[in-house]
């Protein structure tokens, strides 16, 4: 059974920093794409950061580009996602995020929620002015 559990969200002043992590269970963690997205208070769920089963592959949402850094680590079947330079603007609920993916999907980070099979719980971040 598959399970992916964030952590790290919290509430910050704008201008700081977070680093959240989803640890993923109960299935081949490199053959899947994991994505981070967010949904805010009366928002559509949105992607934030992707990253592609083989790892050489990345994606990011215009708004976070140079602030945030998506990062797996396969041993541990860990994927993070460090948040520099926060804004208010990215106050919402985050959620993890995998696809299982064929061998020839390996270097494909898709960016659409729609495209994932599994989520976590979500963890929530809350930035202040």
């Known amino acids: 059974q598959v399970q992916l559990v964030e952590s790290g969200g919290g509430s910050v002043q704008a201008g700081g920093s977070l680093r959240l992590s989803c640890a993923a269970s109960?299935?081949?963690?490199?053959?899947?794409?994991m994505g981070w997205f967010r949904q805010a208070p009366g928002k559509e769920r949105e992607g934030v950061a992707t990253i592609s089963a083989g790892g050489g592959s990345t994606w990011y949402a215009d708004s976070v580009k140079g602030r945030f850094t998506i990062s797996q680590d396969n041993a541990k079947n860990t994927l993070s996602l460090q948040m520099n330079s926060l804004k208010p603007e990215d106050t919402a609920m985050y959620y993890c995020a995998a696809r299982s993916v064929t061998p020839f999907e390996r270097d494909i980070s898709y960016r659409y929620s729609k495209s994932y099979n599994y989520w976590g719980q979500g963890t929530q971040v809350t930035v202040s002015s």
């Open positions: 109960g299935y081949t963690y490199s053959n899947y794409c």
